[in-house]
C-alpha cells in the first residue's frame, strides 16, 4: 500500500519561510511526476508546482520566484521550499505522486500565512 506522509505546515508571519516535505513510502515504482497542489475551502484544488523525472518544473504564476519545488528521486520525497508567504498563501497544501499507472494523494497539510 503506497502512503504519501506530508509534513512542514504550520503558522507563520507574512514574509516567512517554511519547506513542506513529502514522503512517498509503500510499492512505488517508476515515478513519473510529483508536486504540490492548494485547495482553499470552497475552491477547486490548484496546481502549486509541479516536477518530472527529468527535473522539469512549473509553477503557478502567484508562487513564481517566491517557491522552490525538488525532488530526492533515491528516497522517493519531494519537497516545496516557501519563501515570501504571503496571507493568500493560506491553504491546505496537498503531495501528488504520479506512476506509470497510478495518481498518489497525500492526505494535506495546512499552511496558515498571518498578516
Known amino acids: 500500500q503506497v502512503r504519501l506522509v506530508e509534513s512542514g505546515g504550520g503558522l507563520v508571519q507574512a514574509g516567512g519561510s517554511l519547506r513542506l516535505s513529502c514522503a512517498a513510502s509503500?510499492?512505488?515504482?517508476?515515478?513519473?511526476?510529483m508536486g504540490w497542489y492548494r485547495q482553499a475551502p470552497g475552491k477547486q484544488r490548484e496546481l502549486v508546482a509541479h516536477i518530472t523525472s527529468a527535473d522539469n518544473t512549473n509553477y503557478a504564476d502567484a508562487v513564481k520566484g517566491r517557491f522552490t519545488i525538488s525532488r530526492d528521486n533515491a528516497e522517493n520525497k519531494v519537497f516545496l521550499q516557501m519563501n515570501a508567504l504571503k496571507p493568500e498563501d493560506t491553504d491546505v497544501y496537498y503531495c501528488?505522486?504520479?506512476?506509470?499507472?497510478?495518481?498518489?494523494w497525500g492526505r494535506g497539510n495546512q499552511v496558515t500565512v498571518s498578516s
Open positions: 501528488r505522486v504520479v506512476t506509470l499507472h497510478n495518481d498518489y
Open positions: 509503500g510499492s512505488i515504482f517508476n515515478i513519473n511526476a
